[in-house]
């Protein structure tokens, strides 16, 4: 199980490893409620490089994507389960959206719901608990590094 101490652990160890690269140009936003998992995910990220960008909610996440216009977000780390506007809520007007609706996401979520149906839209999930050596892989993936568009 993740928990807040390894995750600082890691992210020690993630300056000390050579195989990181440095991912400027690469925007993400983390939208988690919880305050302590999304400064550890937002700290992990800028540790790597990426330039991170962080909202509480879906709601407060739509502001902000609306706000970057001019400094485009190239990946969205996303919870499902939070107040006011939540994960699912969130996708559905990101879906409708056409200013926003091609950003690749990533689901973090402890939720059991994720039928396919559901996260149609959605590039990949991961469940939490999750290591944290497993989020960053996936962020590379999604955001190669040294480019500043996002994969196909």
Request: charged share 25%; proline share 4%; net charge neutral.
């Amino acid at each position: 199980m993740l928990i807040l101490s390894q995750m600082r652990a890691r992210i020690v160890q993630a300056r000390r490893t050579a195989s990181w690269c440095f991912v400027e140009s690469c925007r993400i936003l983390v939208v988690e409620d919880d305050q302590d998992i999304r400064d550890a995910i937002a700290a992990a990220l800028a540790e790597a490089g990426y330039s991170v960008r962080t909202a509480h909610d879906g709601g407060e996440a739509l502001d902000a994507l609306h706000r970057e216009s001019s400094a485009r977000i190239h990946l969205i780390l996303l919870d499902l389960m939070m107040p006011r506007v939540n994960g699912w809520e969130f996708l559905q007007h990101k879906q409708k959206d056409r200013m926003i609706c091609a950003i690749p996401v990533l689901v973090l979520t402890a939720s059991t719901d994720t039928s396919a149906t559901r996260l149609d839209k959605v590039v990949v999930k991961l469940t939490k608990p999750f290591e944290l050596d497993a989020l960053l892989d996936r962020v590379r993936a999604l955001c190669p590094a040294g480019t500043g568009d996002s994969p196909p």
